[in-house]
């Protein structure tokens, strides 16, 4: 509720789009210390409500009003820094470098965005998507405000720097309301959790996990009718009860009445079954990487690696951007020969790979019938059968919406349409590239839920540390050493080994005598050199394909009703797309020497 002690309130605010109503006379408030993670559908009224509220676009009706004085920063999905611009001019600005290189706190957000290790004299225009956003996010955090507000913080972060966000987030002074799809990091974070469903705005105490409870008591209460999704509620709230101690500590609710909710629930999945499935419809072998070497360029990202992956194996796949994940997800599908070596495949695998950039289709064509276009009815195992129809409901295309033409879908939805076509191709080998990219929590959900009684092999590579727990039995981790390394303690161990390998390269840190260090160091003084020679070749070779996008993106966009002339188009794309990310690959993997 708007209460005077607040900083920010809106009284009775209402705002549409068109027809949608999106915020329906919402009243509601942000005190001084809450930390409030706003969930929600996409298209629901998420960023409309952030834009509403820091008064970047203003209310149809009803009042929004801050506090005196308010020092508000605010991170838009679509924030990007001045093209020519350095990292050091967007987080720092003009202070001397004694100002700021003195204060750790500044430093930290360099170090835990890696900016430091991207270079702060480097020029924006050039950078990725991801890389522009970090720069920006940095540039906020590093500010003193009273309430920091941010439209999808962790996109384009990975596991690493999502955990370390989480922990600069919450040690935090002042106010906090972001937007995320990422479940485990609302846990992680926030202390509230609103609800922008139908145009109201629903609150609760506590992060994701206390939100699922309060949400399944709420439906149960009113005697909702829809069964189907409370059963998806329940079981998400048996799989947070059942999970680890260090989770379901974390939870504000109470321990009876979640028990109460979830005492006939099964388990979110029969591990034992689906391995027996699998193994029916996968054989003994699914796939063998046996001493495979992969370069790219001068890097070696496996040497000699050797990798089993057998029938019904669910497996998720972490290590830092360029580490080789995507690599590994194309030699498994084939796309990707190793230099030397070879990866065995079994004679009944059937593969479906779902890459990071969403496959353009008929742009004429409707969603059901992109669907039924691969097939009509798709098989689960265990007897259980889907339509076309069926499934669409459940990922969020329900009644007209199925008859929208794919070129009307948003990115998100598009996404889910990748998604079930994949899935109803029935493969019996899944291996999916950032899955959860654009999903809201509801379609996770029931992604979850397709995925629980899917009997196959599953390899899932994703920043989303909720997912990878939620959906896989196993982790691996891609360590820089060219291996593929088993984790048996998940991405906990990822991260415990990762910091542990940062802090023994970081100065001074290391247990060897002031000479060998030395000594070290000016050994890697020409290596250095060379290092930085080649970034500034590889950033001009990326500022010349940033302007290739651009250039192709403007032409699709002004031909997009020609369908053969957008896929000859799409085509380049993909080309020019896969040489940037050798470049971005081969600039990450010389950034720390020539730092």
């Not at 834009?51 to 801050?66: C, I, K, Q, W, Y």
């Not at 388990?267 to 790219?296: C, I, K, M, N, S």
């Not at 080994?497 to 390269?505: D, E, G, M």
């Not at 100065?507 to 930085?532: E, L, N, V």
């Amino acid at each position: 509720m708007a209460t005077a002690g607040n900083l920010v309130n809106l009284e009775v605010v209402t705002k549409a789009h068109g027809t949608t109503v999106l915020l329906d006379a919402v009243s509601l408030g942000i005190g001084g210390g809450d930390r409030v993670g706003v969930v929600g559908r996409n298209g629901g009224g998420k960023t409309t409500l952030l834009s509403v509220l820091t008064r970047s676009e203003p209310p149809d009706a009803g009042r929004v009003t801050h506090v005196g004085g308010l020092r508000l920063a605010y991170l838009p999905q679509d924030a990007a820094p001045p093209p020519t611009a350095t990292v050091r001019e967007v987080v720092i600005g003009d202070a001397a470098a004694h100002e700021w290189a003195g204060d750790a706190g500044v430093r930290a957000i360099l170090d835990g965005l890696g900016l430091t290790a991207l270079g702060l004299d480097t020029v924006v225009g050039p950078m990725s998507g991801g890389e522009g956003r970090r720069v920006a996010l940095a540039a906020l955090l590093v500010r003193d405000v009273d309430l920091l507000v941010l439209d999808e913080p962790t996109n384009h972060l990975d596991v690493e720097a999502v955990d370390w966000l989480a922990g600069h987030l919450a040690a935090r002074a002042g106010a906090l309301l972001l937007v995320t799809h990422d479940r485990w990091f609302l846990d992680a974070v926030c202390t509230d959790t609103w609800e922008v469903a139908d145009g109201r705005v629903h609150t609760y105490r506590g992060g994701y996990s206390a939100y699922v409870l309060a949400r399944a008591e709420r439906e149960r209460v009113g005697a909702v009718t829809e069964q189907r999704r409370q059963n998806l509620l329940r079981k998400e709230l048996a799989w947070l009860r059942r999970g680890p101690p260090a989770r379901t500590s974390k939870p504000r609710f109470r321990i009876d009445a979640a028990s109460a909710l979830v005492a006939d629930e099964p388990p979110a999945r029969d591990d034992v079954t689906l391995h027996r499935f699998a193994a029916a419809r996968l054989g003994r072998q699914v796939y063998d990487v046996e001493d495979a070497t992969v370069r790219l360029g001068e890097r070696v990202l496996f040497e000699h690696a050797t990798w089993r992956l057998g029938p019904g194996d669910r497996v998720g796949v972490v290590g830092v951007n360029g580490s080789g994940k995507t690599t590994l997800l194309r030699l498994l599908a084939g796309d990707l020969r190793p230099d030397s070596g070879r990866v065995r495949v079994g004679r009944t695998v059937k593969a479906a790979y779902l890459a990071q950039d969403v496959t353009e289709l008929d742009p004429e064509l409707r969603v059901l019938s992109a669907v039924e276009a691969v097939a009509r009815v798709v098989s689960l195992g265990g007897g259980r059968e889907l339509t076309a129809t069926q499934l669409l409901e459940r990922f969020g295309f329900a009644g007209g919406r199925q008859w929208t033409r794919v070129g009307d879908l948003s990115g998100g939805e598009r996404r889910r349409l990748q998604l079930l076509r994949l899935l109803m191709s029935e493969p019996n080998v899944l291996l999916l590239d950032e899955p959860t990219n654009d999903l809201d929590i509801d379609t996770l959900t029931a992604l979850e839920d397709v995925l629980d009684g899917w009997a196959g092999t599953l390899v899932v590579v994703s920043h989303d540390r909720y997912f990878l727990e939620r959906t896989c039995g196993g982790v691996v981790a891609l360590l820089g050493d060219g291996a593929v390394s088993a984790l048996p303690g998940g991405v906990e161990e990822y991260l415990a080994r990762r910091r542990t390998a940062v802090a023994a390269a970081e100065p001074g840190r290391a247990g060897g005598g002031a000479t060998s260090a030395g000594g070290a160091a000016r050994s890697r003084i020409g290596d250095s050199r060379a290092a930085r020679k080649e970034l500034a070749r590889l950033e001009r070779q990326l500022a010349k394909l940033t302007a290739e996008r651009g250039r192709i993106h403007a032409e699709m966009a002004a031909r997009a009703t020609d369908y053969e002339a957008v896929s000859a188009l799409d085509a380049q794309l993909r080309a020019v797309q896969a040489e940037q990310s050798q470049a971005e690959d081969a600039w990450l993997a010389l950034a720390d020497e020539a730092s």
